[in-house]
C-alpha cells in the first residue's frame, strides 16, 4: 500500500492521459442532457478536457497529489482539493471505461509503480525548470538529473 505513489502516479495520468481520445458507437437511439444520437453515429470525447472539467478537479491545471490520497492521509492538507473522481470512475476516463477499459491498464499501474519505487530506491531525482507546455503537443519541459545513491 503506497498511498503517496498512487496519488502521484493518478495526477500525472490525469495531467496528461496516455489516450487523449476516444470513440463510441451508439448502438440505440439515445436522449442525454437535450441531445440527440441516433443508431450508428459515432461519437468522439476528448479525455483531456473531461479531466481538466474544474467541476471535478479543482484548480484543474495544477498538479496536486492530494486530489487522490485517501481522506485521512497527513498530506491531504485541503479537503476541497479531493476530487469527485474518487467516488465515481466515469469521471476519471484516463484508460477508458465499462467493457472498453484498457486491457493492460492493471498492468501499466503495476509497472509504473514498481519502475518509480525502483529509481527511487537506487537514485537521487532532482526535478528543474519544470513547465508545462501545450504546443505543439502537451507535455512537460524537464531537465532530470539522476545520481546513484550511496549503499
Known sequence: NAPVLNAFLTEMWRMDPPAARAQRKV?????FNG????????LKYCNHG??????????????????????????????????????????????????RICVGNHFAKLNM????????????????????VHAPICGWQNEFNLTPKQE
Open 27 to 31: 448502438i440505440d437511439d439515445v436522449d
Open 35 to 42: 441531445f440527440h444520437a441516433k443508431k450508428g453515429v459515432v
Open 50 to 99: 473531461a479531466l481538466k472539467n474544474e467541476e471535478t478537479y479543482p484548480s484543474p491545471y495544477e498538479f496536486n497529489i492530494q486530489r487522490f490520497l485517501p481522506d485521512n492521509h497527513p498530506l491531504l492538507l485541503d479537503p476541497k482539493m479531493r476530487s469527485n473522481a474518487n467516488k465515481t470512475p466515469a469521471l476519471y476516463p484516463v484508460f477508458g471505461g465499462g467493457s
Open 113 to 132: 509503480r514498481l519502475f518509480l519505487t525502483r529509481l527511487l530506491q537506487k537514485y537521487n531525482l532532482e526535478v528543474r525548470n519544470s513547465v508545462k
